[in-house]
DNA sequence: CGGCGTTGTCATGACTCTGCAACATTCTGC
DNA sequence: GCAGAATGTTGCAGAGTCATGACAACGCCG
């Protein structure tokens, strides 16, 4: 998989093709579902980067998913754009009112909404795909899929890439190991939660030599936090 | 020389000249066609950085062009706009199926237009078609369709060309074998993603005399990349 | 037709990564 | 200071990923 991950629930085949291509020609990488059944069991089983959800939906409307989405603690950082077909005012209201963070009426250009897409991860925190976040030396590159110290590359597997890369695009937040598993690995999976000890500790092995692994703190009895400050 | 080459197929003669007027103010060099047959001819003559598509055309409708384009292996990454007189909904869903990259509705103001174009060519991203990019001694000339390093003329086969061509114009950015396949071979087609990795090959193999084949990296699980940094 | 270059597919072996378990160390409350 | 809990460290086997060579299908041109 490649990029930020995001969830793209339409009942329409064709447009939810339409999406799909021009978001993985963008690098995103892209999971699908036709209604609110199939996004469910998509979100259970790994948490996207974003989600866009069509307000038509057949089995339940998409303001039903938003407003649970919202509701559950464990989605509810998860940003949601929502797709509307009329351009009734009263539409984005209740759109916004139910916690999805944009909406874009339908019809909309591949440019629109990649635009959007990149607002609203900026916004939340996390970074679009043409986006670098420089931390104390450290470059993350997002479209060049590397991490650099100084013009050196960090060498990195995937697994610690996408864990550095999570805790770098936000940081002095702490996260359980639970909430790690969920967000990296998938929450359906069955990774022991011990498993993340190790993957932090190859993590700061790799940031060691260049003296940046005291950024990974340890907080005890809660989880991981990356962190410029000291501890 | 002018900047930009932009190819504006409209066949109201009145439009068109206001369109043209605007944009070579603004530095872009124009060429003009007033329907699909002459916006073919120039396409051949030469590809331009960007086209502008009236959705209304005598002969054939803009949509067709459009379409053609973007099968075509040669002219998929040419940024399309299409100019659409109707703000009807089915117009606008139906000019992005068929994978123009935005539109916009007449009347439009040049200032309107001029940014659309801006922010389309900046998301395209490439470098000018016409131009030489050079890297470290291999020199990628778009006009021949060759590749030199030193003078020497690399023996490349059609798609061994096509694919560094295609790096070598995006250095540093990390694409999957998926998003190779439908860039380089088109999105319909059916090809074995293990393919790419005999492709690299390959290109490698023809590379490796020059000590250039360690430009050509592979990021393990996510796909290749074109770069002079180390890895 | 037949040789030649090109292209996509496959099987195999080499290599890297990853999650786990087992043991070592540190921390916390008492 | 101690017991128990939480975290750090290490080696390893299985899983996953890639490079490589062989090969068949195809088109092209004499």
Redesign the interface.
Known sequence: M?GKLILVVEDER??RD?IA?GL??A?YGVREAEDCRTAREALADRLPDLMLVDWMLPDMSGLELTRSVKRDRLTRELPIIMLT?RAGEGDKVTGLENGADDYIT???????L??RIGAVLRRAGTLGLDQVIEFEGLKL?Q????ITVQ?E?L?L??TEFRMLEFFMSRPERVFSREQLIARLWGSDTSVEDRTIDVCIRRLRMALEPYGLDRYIQTVRSAGYRFSNKAQ
């Open positions: 490649h064709a447009i339409m291509f993985k020609r690098g077909a339908k019809p909309f250009s591949p440019r629109e990649l635009a590159d479209q060049g899929q590397r013009d590359v060498p597997a995937r």
